[in-house]
């Protein structure tokens, strides 16, 4: 089975400059999460959505931050514009909400620089 | 208070050794939890779920305590691939299912 799909891998790219990254869950997850990790903060829930709509932003860094999730199958994380302190790893994760014990499943994972 | 709590270590055992984690949680309304293993640039991946009876899985056994609020992982017989930082994870299912990593406990087996 598929697992949770991440692009791009790898991002380089200049401050100021728009950044996409994006995801796709395991098919029939209902619930999607965006992560940022750094050594000094370790893992941050950015945003999560459900059904495809956004429940918690609160995580979200400020208002160069954006994120969709168009359908059950894609969603994206925009930031514009990037700034160096957003160098990080981001990752997506997927899980099933409708019974218990049901864990989240992560992404490769998106290293992206800001130069 | 952080929602997750745990000993970031490190630990650094020799090969055969058993070693022990523990992770502390606030909400008692956490419903399930689970442990994850991360690997240095890599993405975390689940290592078990922690059920309330206790759960074993090879050499890995989990233990669950909801009256004082902890889980723990304790791994006998440590390899070097098990080498990693291990995660702590609770989930809280009313609240729109939430989930709670801690910072993670670095592990280093030393052969």
């Known amino acids: 089975d598929a697992g949770v799909i991440q692009s791009p891998r790898h991002e380089v790219t200049e401050m100021g400059q728009e950044v996409t990254l994006r995801c796709k869950p395991i098919?029939?997850?209902?619930?999607l999460f965006w992560y940022r990790q750094t050594m000094m903060r370790g893992l941050e829930l950015l945003i999560y959505?459900?059904?495809?709509?956004?429940?918690?932003d609160s995580g979200m860094p400020e208002d160069r931050f954006s994120a969709k999730m168009p359908n059950a199958s894609f969603s994206t994380l925009k930031i514009q514009p990037s700034e160096p302190r957003d160098s990080a790893v981001y990752f997506c994760?997927?899980?099933?909400?409708?019974?218990?014990?049901?864990?989240?499943?992560f992404g490769d994972g998106t290293r992206l620089s800001i130069l | 208070r952080k929602e997750v709590e745990q000993d970031p270590g490190p630990f650094n055992v020799p090969e055969g050794a058993t070693v022990a984690f523990n992770c502390t949680y606030s909400?008692?309304?956490?419903?399930?939890f689970f442990w994850y293993r991360q690997d240095c640039r890599k993405e975390p991946k689940l290592l078990m779920s922690?059920?309330?009876s206790g759960n074993e899985d090879g050499r890995f056994t989990a233990q669950l305590n909801r009256a004082s609020q902890y889980i723990s992982l304790l791994i006998r017989d440590s390899k070097l691939s098990d080498s990693a930082t291990y995660l702590c994870?609770?989930?809280?299912?009313?609240?729109?299912?939430?989930?709670?990593f801690g910072t993670g406990t670095s592990l280093t087996v030393i052969p």
């Open positions: 994760a997927s899980s099933f909400g409708h019974r218990s014990n049901q864990p989240q499943h």
């Open positions: 098919s029939g997850h209902d619930y």
């Open positions: 959505f459900n059904n495809n709509v956004p429940i918690d």
């Open positions: 909400n008692s309304a956490s419903q399930s």
């Open positions: 922690v059920y309330s």
């Open positions: 994870v609770v989930n809280i299912e009313y609240t729109g299912n939430q989930f709670y």
